[in-house]
Every structure is written in structure tokens, then in C-alpha cells.
């Protein structure tokens, strides 16, 4: 699975690399990025709980 930012809905508060700071990552322009491919089976949950941790439904993990 990999984890997928709408750059354009983000609003960089960081929740997703408080929660799950192995797949996110905030960049230079202050919007949340995955760093990460694929995302390792054990810290799909994890990632998962970043995705509905997102005020603005940003994220997205297919």
C-alpha cells in the first residue's frame, strides 16, 4: 500500500508526521509528503490512523 497528499487540501498542521512520522513528513513549503514507497506492513495501522487523524481529509492510502 502507499500513502498518497493532495498537496492542494493540505494545510501542513503535522498530525500526520505526530502519528506516523515513518511514512509523513513535512517538506520546505510546509505541506506533508509520504517518505516512504510502500508503506511497511507494520506500520499500516499506524499510517492508517494518520489518514483519519487529517482535519482537511488530505491523505489517502490505496
Known amino acids: 500500500m502507499k500513502a498518497f ?3 492542494d ?3 501542513g498542521c503535522g498530525a500526520c508526521e505526530g502519528i506516523c512520522p515513518d511514512v509523513f513528513s513535512i517538506d520546505d513549503e510546509g505541506k506533508s509528503v509520504p517518505i516512504n514507497e ?3 506492513e507494520n506500520i499500516l495501522e499506524s499510517a492508517q490512523d494518520a489518514k ?3 482535519p482537511v481529509s488530505a491523505i489517502s492510502i490505496d
Open 52 to 54: 483519519e487523524s487529517c
Open 5 to 7: 497528499v493532495d498537496r
Open 38 to 40: 510502500v508503506i511497511p
Open 9 to 11: 487540501t493540505c494545510i
